[in-house]
């Protein structure tokens, strides 16, 4: 314990110091400056602080609606992540056991993590005119496009967090019991009673972790958004065109913003995680307990 640290412990320490630093530095320099005051620049030094930026982001005296856009893209990050839960969980069941064409529908699942995001958007953008071309043809007069936030976009969105969510259950049942099955059948349980009451409680803390990949990826998502989401524009869209036009902190403000909002996720997401984990240790013990 007493013996001094090798001169290499010291640069890579320095090495790690700034790469850090280089990561994180402009996020907190922007966390910084939405906090000018209401003559401040978009540079330091700091003209004063205020929250005044905070309350121009959604008083809809901007160039968007910026209000708006952000309940869109929660709407649909909420959606998403439900969706992604309830696919992923239901798609690493059924790969627990082999059928036919279980390989190829696997690469075909994950294959949209190969594509580039913008090529995957023109496609389902593609998609969905072809098929505004057939509905119309067959008559239907006021119909103007399927392309939309919840149809569309979703499934642009969902392309993008499905195969992240499987990917994890495979991981997941790669490790899981399935003595644990066993013992429920033999004690008289029905598949849907082994899974509510052995497998979920079990693997739910990384269900947890699926919906929270679910909704920040779908939170930010920009590529993918750019050609299927319609009329509409989520956040990440809004954002990126003010970037062009805005030369006042209300930019870094609406940064500062989604930022809290995906830490809060995350935050919530590592609470219920922590929850679930002690309640299993603490059924664990019991179980133990009654055992002696």
């Avoid at 319609?230 to 870094?252: A, E, F, R, W």
Wanted: glycine share 10%; charged share 15%.
């Amino acid at each position: 314990m007493g013996e001094k640290r090798p001169r290499s412990f010291y640069l890579l320490a320095a090495f790690f110091t700034a790469y850090v630093l280089f990561l994180y530095g402009p996020m907190f320099a922007i966390y910084i400056l939405s906090f000018q005051g209401p003559d401040g620049g978009l540079t330091f030094p700091m003209n004063g602080v205020s929250l005044v930026w905070f309350g121009k982001v959604f008083s809809g005296s901007g160039i968007v609606d910026i209000g708006a856009s952000f309940k869109r893209s929660l709407q649909l990050g909420l959606v998403v992540m439900a969706l992604t839960v309830v696919l992923s969980v239901a798609a690493g069941m059924a790969f627990r056991r082999s059928f036919r064409g279980a390989t190829l529908l696997f690469y075909v699942a994950i294959a949209s993590l190969i594509m580039p995001s913008i090529i995957t958007s023109l496609g389902i953008a593609l998609e969905f005119r072809l098929l505004d071309d057939f509905i119309i043809k067959s008559g239907v007069g006021d119909w103007t496009t399927a392309m939309g936030l919840f149809t569309s976009g979703l499934g642009a969105h969902l392309t993008w967090t499905l195969p992240f969510g499987l990917l994890i259950m495979f991981a997941i049942f790669n490790r899981f019991d399935s003595r644990l099955e066993e013992a429920a059948r033999d004690l008289g349980a029905t598949p849907w009673q082994t899974f509510r009451h052995v497998v979920l409680p079990i693997i739910l803390p990384s269900v947890v972790g699926i919906g929270l990949f679910g909704f920040t990826l779908s939170w930010d998502e920009l590529a993918r958004s750019s050609q299927t989401i319609g009329s509409v524009n989520t956040l990440p869209l809004d954002l990126q065109g003010l970037t062009t036009t805005v030369t006042k902190p209300d930019i870094y403000a609406l940064g500062t913003l989604t930022s809290a909002v995906s830490f809060l996720v995350i935050f919530l997401a590592l609470i219920v995680i922590l929850v679930l984990q002690a309640r299993q240790r603490r059924h664990g013990s019991d179980a133990g307990k009654g055992m002696v």
